[in-house]
């Protein structure tokens, strides 16, 4: 049994209200319907028992991203009102502070991590990608260990441990310990979506199995 996908493992601190004007969201949606197109984020009957998966932020100030809502994963668009502003976080005490029209994605404080190491990471996608997970090996890809479970203290640990070594990026890694778990960042969604299309080919490449979608 794998573990159930987006149970909120942190203390969120959510203010809920005041929703984004659309076009602040315009970008990070329009490549957030991309990477749901190509099966690296949504919702499927036959994908983690019909949970949302995958999630992807933009930095928007210096310690402020934002991020798609928790449980956002079926439609192929979103309303601004879908997004939160991830205001503050804590990552030693698991506390995280947030404001939106939806709560934010559980796989905040990944997110947050990555965000931490370097200020001209300017974008974070986390897909669900069985093909490049279950290539880690053959495409020699960084990764966290897989007794790290996602959502954990321990893994925001490990994935700037992971960040510090790869820099500002574009640069891509998987979880081994959170099922299809990848994470791709950079200076802009060009080069992450990019970086995490280009693996999903090697992956496919390599006789790995196209994502159901
Ligand atoms: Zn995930």
């Not at 149970?7 to 490549?31: C, D, M, S, T």
């Not at 990552?91 to 931490?116: D, F, K, R």
């Not at 200020?119 to 069985?130: E, K, L």
């Not at 891509?172 to 969604?189: A, K, N, R």
């Amino acid at each position: 049994m794998h573990e159930q996908e987006g149970v909120i493992k942190f203390q969120l601190n959510f203010q809920p209200g005041a929703v984004f004007p659309a076009a602040q969201i315009r970008e990070i949606n329009a490549w957030r319907t991309l990477l749901h197109q190509l099966g690296m984020l949504g919702q499927h009957p036959k994908r983690y028992d019909n949970y949302g998966f995958g999630n992807l932020s933009q930095r928007s100030g210096p310690a402020e991203f934002i991020i798609s809502g928790t449980q956002t994963g079926g439609p192929e668009q979103l309303r601004a009102a879908d997004y939160a502003l991830v205001t503050q976080v804590d990552i030693q005490q698991n506390q995280l502070w947030a404001c939106g029209g939806t709560a934010p994605s559980s796989e905040s404080m990944t997110h947050a991590a990555v965000y931490q190491v370097d200020p001209r990471i300017g974008v974070v996608v986390h897909a669900h990608c069985p093909a490049i997970w279950q290539q880690t090996a053959a495409l020699q890809l960084p990764h966290t260990a897989a007794d790290i479970p996602y959502g954990t203290v321990e893994m925001a640990l490990a994935v700037q441990q992971l960040v510090r070594r790869q820099g500002e990026g574009p640069a891509l890694f998987t979880m081994l310990g959170h099922e299809d778990g990848v994470v791709s960042y950079g200076h802009c969604f060009s080069e992450a979506v990019s970086l995490v299309s280009q693996y999903y080919a090697k992956a496919l490449a390599l006789g790995a199995q196209p994502n159901l979608r």
